[in-house]
Every structure is written in structure tokens, then in C-alpha cells.
């Protein structure tokens, strides 16, 4: 798990909290249909929210609609390094862009983990800067939906238990295209430019 941790920033939130990002058993916007964002692909550049080593990550068209993303952080000071690839999904739904990454490999070793069964939803953005910036779902506040039955999903007890949503396809888009949904994506937590 070493490559998701330092090379992905969705997992830099693990350096914070101890446990894997919210996941989801469907990817949001499967009732839309997902279609390659072209205004990804490319190599971006970036750190995660607390990361001093920026990672570079390379979205590439892969097949069936996915991106496949091949992230790689260069050796830091207290730390040797690592890459990992993902499969992401990307989608538009009303005015918001979404992704879902799915782990593949970690270091070159084929990816086992909760992030290789489930997906881990992220909203992105492009500015007019051209920055890209992304973002993930407040563990908490998605907690705190899900227990108020605002959203299905399942959080595991302790203060480090994961969150996972299940619900059904259709209630997931429809949630996640409301401001309540669309406000368990807080603060962003990694920023990148292009590279390329």
C-alpha cells in the first residue's frame, strides 16, 4: 500500500487519519455513462495537502471508457519513493465532474486491498488557471449522512472505522447532484498543473 499512500494523494489523507478514504461500492455516474474527459490526459504535477514530494500523474486513454492513471513520486528525504496505477472513471453530472479511481497495481504488485474492490469517488475541478484540483469525501460528514439515512452505506466502529457507500446506482447519482451531496466534498486536498 506504500504507492497509494506517497504517489496518489487520495491516500495522503491515510497519513492524517489512519484509514482508507471513503469508497463506494458502484461508481457515481454509472446511470449517465462514463466517457474519457479529454482535458485530463496529459501529465500533471502536484502534492497532496501535507506531502513536501511533489508525484507526477500521467492519465492516459485506456479501453471501455476508462483513464488509466499511472502516478510516480520521486524519492524524498525520509522516504524512497513509489508509483501505482489506477483505473479511473470519469463523468459529468449537471454542472459537477466526477471521478471514480480504482487501485490496479501498487509498485508493480497487482492491487488487493479495499481500494482495489471498491471505488473511491472524487470530484475534480479545472480552473481558468488551468489548475487541476481534487477533491475527496469528508469521512465524517459522509459518516454522519449515512447514519441520519440520507445516503446507504455502512461506517465501521471506532474513531478510524472505514466508510463505504452502497447505495444503489440511481440513488447515488441522485444524491451526489444535490447540495447536500455535493457538500461532503470539503477542502480540496491536492492541487496539479500540467507537466507536459
Not at 108 to 127: C, H, R, S, W
Not at 170 to 193: K, Y
Request: with cysteine; aromatic share 8%; hydrophobic share 45%.
Amino acid at each position: 500500500m506504500k504507492a497509494i499512500r506517497i504517489a496518489f494523494a487520495l491516500i495522503a489523507a491515510l497519513a492524517a487519519t489512519a484509514c482508507l478514504p471513503v469508497a463506494s461500492k458502484s461508481p457515481i455516474g454509472s446511470t449517465q455513462g462514463f466517457v474519457i474527459d479529454p482535458s485530463l490526459i496529459g501529465t500533471w504535477k502536484g502534492a497532496a495537502n501535507g506531502e513536501k514530494v511533489a508525484s507526477y500523474f500521467h492519465f492516459l486513454p485506456g479501453r471501455e471508457n476508462t483513464i488509466m492513471a499511472v502516478v510516480v513520486t520521486p524519492p524524498g528525504d525520509d522516504d524512497q519513493g513509489g508509483w501505482g496505477a489506477f483505473a479511473l472513471q470519469t463523468v459529468k453530472l449537471g454542472s459537477n465532474y466526477f471521478m471514480n479511481a480504482q487501485e490496479v497495481s501498487d509498485n508493480g504488485q497487482v492491487a488487493t486491498d479495499k481500494t482495489a474492490q471498491n471505488t473511491t469517488p472524487l470530484l475534480y475541478k479545472i480552473g481558468d488557471d488551468g489548475k487541476l484540483t481534487l477533491y475527496m469525501l469528508d469521512e465524517k460528514a459522509t459518516a454522519a449522512a449515512i447514519k441520519a439515512g440520507k445516503i446507504a452505506g455502512t461506517v465501521e466502529p471506532g474513531d478510524y472505522g472505514d466508510v463505504t457507500l452502497t447505495a444503489d446506482p440511481e440513488a447515488l447519482d441522485a444524491f451526489f447532484q444535490t447540495p447536500e451531496g455535493l457538500a461532503l466534498f470539503t477542502e480540496p486536498f491536492a492541487v496539479l498543473t500540467r507537466a507536459d
